[in-house]
């Protein structure tokens, strides 16, 4: 139950986006400063061809204690994304869904479900499908509404630093102007922080990709850090995510499921 306990946590930080930390101070920069538009427009016709996402992962989940579990993504960039994570002989113990709309976190252990809008979560929590996506698939993302005119941007060496502060501060740090690898989101009013950073960058069909990435969420009561390592992944497939609501589950509410997850 502790595992379980510490994999909906982890689940939950994720698709809330609660936070993230301003990185080390910029010192130099080159005579060349590309355009905030130049440089979102450089990032972002790098993952144009990138269509859907197939992919085996193994996890491993640091709290009080160390749990290593495995799982699957799959997804079609922009429309839908899912996530199974696995423990022991393969036995599926959380399953989350999204589309646009919402975010569906499915408890097999508990046997809950819980439909969160990402209408009620953007509001208090800054976060949205494109945020989720965006950590999950290296892409960019902006829990202020994608507004990147908004964003300041310093080159460093040949890393472009693009930082946003709204009621969430935001930055992005991109290798080389096009591959991003770091994100970091920060709430101010509470202290809060998670950072996403990708390592290990391979070429899989024609498409270079980070093999290894870590997510790392800290507050004033707790820090939680998970490594993602991908075994397999394809890009491009005709994916149809084989989605399905369960029957006879227990149905939580956003805010039952964030006050248990908040005690944890």
Wanted: with cysteine.
């Amino acid at each position: 139950m502790k595992t379980l306990k510490t994999i909906c946590w982890i689940v939950g930080i994720s698709l809330c986006l609660l936070t993230a930390c301003k990185s080390t101070q910029k010192t130099a920069t080159t005579a060349y400063t590309p355009s905030t538009i130049d440089s979102i427009s450089s990032a972002g016709q790098y993952h144009q061809h990138i269509k859907s996402l197939t992919a085996q992962f193994k996890m491993q989940l640091l709290g009080n204690k160390l749990f290593s579990l495995s799982g699957t993504i799959e997804s079609v960039t922009d429309k839908e994304l899912m996530v199974s994570v696995k423990a022991l002989f393969g036995i599926e113990v959380i399953r989350i869904y999204c589309t646009s709309e919402q975010a569906v976190l499915i408890d097999r252990i508990g046997k809950r479900v819980c439909s969160m809008p990402f209408s009620e979560l953007a509001p208090e929590l800054g976060t949205d499908f494109y945020g989720l996506q965006g950590l999950l698939t290296n892409r960019l993302f902006d829990p202020d509404g994608n507004q990147y005119a908004n964003f300041t941007l310093d080159v460093v060496g040949t890393d472009w630093i693009l930082t946003h502060n709204g009621k969430y501060q935001t930055e992005f740090l991109l290798q080389d102007g096009r591959f991003l690898q770091r994100s970091i989101i920060r709430s101010f009013s509470k202290g809060d922080y998670l950072m996403a950073t990708y390592s290990n960058l391979q070429a899989t069909e024609g498409i270079e990709f980070p093999m290894q990435m870590q997510f790392v969420y800290a507050s004033k009561e707790r820090s939680n850090s998970v490594d993602v390592t991908f075994q397999s992944i394809s890009f491009n497939k005709n994916n149809q995510l084989n989605w399905q609501m369960p029957t006879g589950y227990k149905t939580v509410t956003v805010q039952e499921l964030q006050k248990q997850l908040l005690t944890l």
